[in-house]
């Protein structure tokens, strides 16, 4: 039993830590800063693929900016305003030959990306979000730390008492 319980507190004390990474990468939003994981190589090598970008909403746009929008689809993506005609925004990734196909209207920007990013670590935070039995799974490893923690907790209790009474027993 005392394996079972050194093997679930390190478990434990993993999904602890991924739990942490997991906050303190969302913890911008506080201050409005969105995250955002990077998924193709279109902005390399300023974004690499796997990092994880930060956007706020500003839409003062000028030509140059990088700004994150959604396409017909739904999808974010993140490209430079090439130039802005009539109202509308033309973007290119930087890693790519040819201006995207679609300008931009202003209602699609979500907002101005950050020079700043978190290399890699985008890979962790999609495979979370996109896996939901990793939360199921963290959920049951803690959940039996606790328990077994307060079993362990318990047969303590019994052998202190058990120890008493054969102490009173023996006098």
């Keep these: 039993m005392e394996i079972i319980r050194k093997i679930v507190h390190i478990l434990a004390s993993i999904c602890y830590v991924a739990i942490i990474i997991y906050i303190l990468i969302l913890l911008p939003m506080i201050i409005g800063y969105r995250p955002l994981v990077v998924l193709s190589g279109s902005m390399e090598p300023k974004y690499k693929v796997g990092s994880v970008i930060y956007f706020e909403k500003d839409l003062d746009i000028k030509e140059d900016d990088i700004i994150v929008f959604t396409m ?7 490209h430079r305003v ?7 925004y033309i973007t290119k990734g930087d890693a790519n030959e040819f201006t995207d196909p679609e300008k931009v209207e202003l209602q699609a920007i979500k907002g101005k990306a950050l020079d700043f990013n978190i290399p890699i670590i985008g890979y962790y935070i999609y495979y979370v979000n996109t896996h939901f039995w990793i939360i199921v799974v ?19 209790e ?9 102490r009173k027993y023996e006098k």
């Design 138 to 156: 963290i959920v049951l490893i803690l959940v039996s730390e606790f328990l077994l923690s307060n079993i362990r907790a318990v047969d303590r």
């Design 82 to 88: 090439v130039r802005i005609d009539n109202g509308k």
């Design 72 to 78: 017909r689809d739904a999808e974010y993506v993140t």
């Design 158 to 166: 019994d052998e202190v008492a058990l120890e008493g009474g054969r």
